[in-house]
């Protein structure tokens, strides 16, 4: 595959060399020349000095036959404007931006980027996840689909500790799918399987229903 | 009517001071407050401390009320960014920018965005003259 990285910072160069070992035909477009110069003695020629949202810079390139466009600088309108010349100049398949102000990730999908990346988002979960008290983790979203796979600890002090998961009113198009407990295998919850403090409950729910599910499972 | 302005340069306090003279009712945002010294003294709009490529920024300023919305910022993507959101996120009818590369601004003229291009009109500008 043919891929284009605008962007050689810290994020571009590491993508570049895992793609390059993957062995993908790599470009990557950065706007310092030190830089630049750092990336092809590390990398090989793989990398030019220029503007990522230049016209010419991409004509140059070769973005016309390019499958793939990842851009990963850090600045939002950079990537933004990176992808749409990539996908409305060069139609480029796919189009992949870095956003760093998560707000954003509504806006780009709106303005017809194909998947967007949200570094500061990422991070956070990943904190979030050593709070003991972080009362619901996102595990993994299925975008295409409007789900998402969460974690939700019952806590020591919760009314449904003791119900049977039947007895739980939970909302629409939330299905609980696994429950991991202390000392035990993991197991698929049914109807009556009743609930222990500690409890790591792991759900399949839409990003609308995630607030009544956590509700539910945690009676707060 | 009601214009948002995005950058207080040179060209955006000018804008904003002859707006306001006619009677518009303007908003002006930038992100560093000391570029508000470049408006008229006599100026009657409001000056916002704000980024226009932040949502909730630009509804302080009353984007959802706006009957135009102009980007004028020193960043061409910036300006693209911001104008894009002015007229697809909160449906501004008259949506400006300004975009110094010229070929950036005939690509994104052509998906809907009216822009500019000072580099455009100023060298066909200054060879008139040179010629004239």
């Not at chain 1, 988002?121 to 996840?129: C, G, H, K, S, V």
């Not at chain 2, 508000?36 to 509804?59: N, Q």
């Amino acid at each position: 595959m043919y891929i284009i990285i605008i962007g050689g910072g810290k994020v571009g160069f590491y993508l570049a060399k895992a793609l390059l070992n993957e062995g993908h035909e790599i470009l990557v477009v950065e706007k310092d020349a030190g830089r630049t110069e750092f990336i092809c003695n590390e990398l090989g020629s793989v990398c030019i000095r220029g503007d990522g949202c230049e016209v010419s810079v991409l004509t140059e390139v070769g973005t016309g036959r390019a499958n793939m466009f990842i851009a990963v600088t850090g600045d939002d309108e950079d990537n933004l404007v990176a992808c749409q010349v990539a996908k409305h100049k060069f139609n480029v398949p796919q189009t992949i931006a870095r956003i760093s102000n998560p707000k954003n990730e509504t806006i780009f999908k709106k303005l017809g980027i194909d998947v967007t990346i949200s570094s500061t988002n990422i991070i956070l979960e990943y904190i979030e996840q050593e709070v003991p008290t972080h009362p619901l983790t996102h595990l993994l979203a299925i975008r295409d689909r409007g789900l998402e796979i969460v974690e939700v600890k019952v806590p020591p002090n919760s009314p449904t500790i003791g119900k049977m998961i039947k007895e739980l009113s939970l909302p629409p198009g939330s299905i609980l799918s696994l429950i991991i407990r202390r000392q035990e295998k993991p197991q698929v919850p049914t109807a009556e399987t009743i609930l222990q403090a500690g409890d790591q409950i792991i759900a399949v729910t839409s990003p609308e229903a995630e607030e009544a599910l956590r509700t539910v499972l945690r009676g707060l | 009517m009601k214009v948002v302005i995005m950058g207080c340069s040179r060209v955006g306090a000018r804008l904003a001071g002859l707006l306001d003279i006619e009677g518009h009712s303007v908003t002006i945002l930038d992100i560093d407050a000391y570029s508000f010294r470049r408006l008229p003294p006599d100026f009657a709009g409001t000056a916002l401390v704000g980024d226009g490529i932040d949502e909730e920024s630009l509804k302080k300023a009353g984007i959802e009320q706006a009957d135009a919305f102009v980007a004028l910022t020193q960043g061409d993507n910036r300006n693209i960014m911001a104008a894009q959101i002015a007229k697809h996120i909160f449906n501004v009818p008259k949506v400006v920018c300004r975009i110094y590369d010229p070929l950036r601004r005939e690509l994104f003229n052509s998906l809907g965005i009216d822009a500019l291009s000072p580099t455009t009109t100023f060298a066909q500008m200054l060879k008139d003259k040179i010629e004239g």
